[in-house]
């Protein structure tokens, strides 16, 4: 059981390039199990801790824990380096930090540059809630004359606008219908 970790980051790693699990005959092969025995023992802990699970077929899936990730104890400075990290962790899943409401979360992939003063660049990817209202200084997907765009819902007077975050853009005044796709709740982006 002392292997458990380094096991379950081996079929972490097979499922991130195969997008599925291995069969048990495979999990024997891929780690080193001599017996049929081992790999069922290794399978029964991971479903009791909610790593894997069984689909209606019977084959293995990933279980509610599987996509969990260390979170390090201590926090990292942009600064001063700080003390390193010690073998003590938390984890959580991406889902778990990003998405509170599944089925109203939706993943949009950012083009142009309207918002980097806001730290949103080309190509990131923005988690949006999916809902009709916001409030004045929330971050929007909104529809404008059937166009979607990002930026920061604010208010003049009366009106409803939307502020971008560069300089080299004007604020957007809508003059017909301004209608709420969603709000952002975060983002991420993938370094090259």
């Known amino acids: 059981m002392g292997n458990d970790v380094d096991y379950l980051a081996q079929l972490q790693d097979y499922y991130a390039e195969h997008r599925t699990l291995p ?14 025995n081992a ?13 894997l699970d069984s689909a ?17 104890e201590n926090s990292v400075r942009a600064g001063l380096p700080s003390e390193a990290v010690s073998d003590q962790h938390d ?8 998405v509170e409401r599944p089925s109203k979360t939706v993943l949009i992939t950012v ?12 190509d990131d990817i923005v988690i949006v809630e999916k809902r009709p209202f916001a409030n004045p200084g929330d971050m929007v997907i909104a529809i404008v004359d059937n166009e979607f765009t990002l930026k920061t819902l604010g208010k003049e007077g ?33 370094y090259k």
Not at 111 to 122: E, V
């Open 23 to 36: 069969s048990f005959a495979a999990i024997a092969q891929l780690l080193g199990f001599k017996s049929k």
């Open 39 to 51: 790999v069922t023992a290794l399978v029964a802990r991971f479903k009791l801790q909610h790593y």
């Open 56 to 72: 209606p077929d019977k084959r293995l899936k990933p279980g509610s824990r599987f996509f969990e990730r260390i979170i390090a």
């Open 91 to 98: 984890t959580l899943t991406i889902d778990e930090f990003l």
């Open 111 to 122: 083009k142009g540059d309207s918002m980097i003063d806001a730290g949103i660049l080309p």
């Open 158 to 190: 009366s009106n409803f606008v939307l502020y971008p975050a560069n300089k080299a853009y004007a604020t957007i005044r809508p003059q017909g219908q301004l209608e709420i796709f969603g709000v952002v709740v975060g983002q991420f982006r993938k």
